[in-house]
């Protein structure tokens, strides 16, 4: 496993991180969160990502009891809150209220004393920046957290953000968490450029575009088991499903035989070409895939291979 400084900071976060959305604390049992996250371990991974939202809780909770006997200081804990908890008007978004009782929320479910990383899931229209802002940089100053950081925000509210911060000597974020994979290449052109100017790395999800990197739904079949197959897990999927972007997909399988990779592997090695980028979330389900995925790490891609896709899907 190779690793990768967290924006301008000396935190070092493994190129693949374990993600939990769909996965653990819902399809994932809590025995087999316990052996991916091991293996996960094992395998190099540090950085380990899940929020409150995800599961209404259990994925913290399950992935708070799979890291109970790993060392504590090995890991990369990162979680997240915006989306509503409950039906109680202030069991949401970004205000000083919410974000602070998310972290004691968050602390009690993972079960641990501090969060390495905090992330604003979504920006939030309703709350004044600097109130966020100040909450993050007091919790950071209470010791329960280490770093924070945002997620699918624009590049101007990243800006906005860290004038807000340097205006008030507190801490910028350091680092966004946005949808990215070889389909989806919005990123580039602006939210990458200025992350990188302003100290922020990005830990990209969706790296394998819901699965359909894998080359498993080649055709529009939908395995038995997949995601695209369940109805509980697939409504992020249509897009990406489309009769066109899955013949897309299938020009890019010759590419990775060609250089001894599965598509997967050449998915995530295409995300980490770009050095603003610290680490790909993956979700997985099985212990195969998990080896598969680990492989990307250290993988560098040929400029000719790198065009080819740059033909197949343009920025």
């Known amino acids: 496993m190779e690793y990768r400084r967290l924006g301008d900071t000396g935190l070092r976060v493994s190129e693949i991180s374990l993600g939990s959305w769909l996965t653990i604390g819902s399809s994932v049992g ?28 259990a994925a913290e909770e399950s992935l ?12 990369v804990l990162a979680t997240k809150c915006f989306f509503p908890m409950s039906r109680d008007t202030n069991d949401r978004g970004l205000s000083r209220k919410h974000v602070v009782e998310s972290v004691e929320r968050s602390l009690a479910r993972l079960g641990t004393d501090y969060l390495d990383l905090h992330q604003c899931h979504r920006p939030d229209p309703e709350t004044p920046m600097e109130e966020t802002v100040r909450a993050y940089e007091d919790l950071i100053r209470q010791g329960k957290l280490l770093y924070w950081g945002v997620s699918e925000w624009s590049a101007a509210q990243i800006v906005d953000a860290c004038h807000i911060a340097d205006a008030h000597s507190a801490y910028r974020p350091i680092s966004n968490q946005p949808r990215y ?24 999800f969706s790296p394998l575009g819901q699965g359909v990197l894998t080359g498993k739904y080649s055709g529009g079949q939908r395995p038995t088991g997949s995601r695209a197959a369940d109805t509980q897990r697939n409504q992020f999927m249509d ?13 890019l399988t010759p590419l990775a035989d060609g250089l001894g990779l599965s598509l997967a592997q050449l998915a995530l090695a295409w995300c ?7 680490s790909a979330i993956i979700g997985v389900t099985r212990p195969e895939q998990l080896d598969d995925n680990l ?18 899907f343009p920025a």
């Not at 969160?33 to 995800?54: C, M, P, Q, R, W």
């Not at 897009?239 to 020009?251: I, N, P, R, S």
């Not at 980490?272 to 610290?278: A, C, E, T, Y």
């Not at 492989?295 to 197949?312: C, E, F, N, Q, Y």
């Open 239 to 251: 897009a990406y499903l489309e009769e066109g972007e899955l013949a897309k997909v299938d020009q």
């Open 181 to 204: 994979n070889i389909m989806r290449r919005h990123l580039e052109a602006d939210v990458l450029p200025t992350s990188v100017r302003f100290g922020l790395g990005q830990i990209v």
């Open 295 to 312: 492989k990307a790490s250290g993988v560098t891609l040929p400029d000719d291979v790198l065009a080819r896709i740059d033909a197949i």
């Open 30 to 57: 809590t025995d087999d969160t316990k052996s991916l996250v091991h293996k996960a371990f094992e395998g190099g991974i540090n950085l380990f990502d899940t929020a409150d939202v995800y599961a209404g809780g």
């Open 272 to 278: 980490l070409r770009q050095p603003g980028v610290s």
């Open 64 to 75: 708070g009891k799979a890291i109970r006997d790993l060392p504590r200081t090995r890991l």
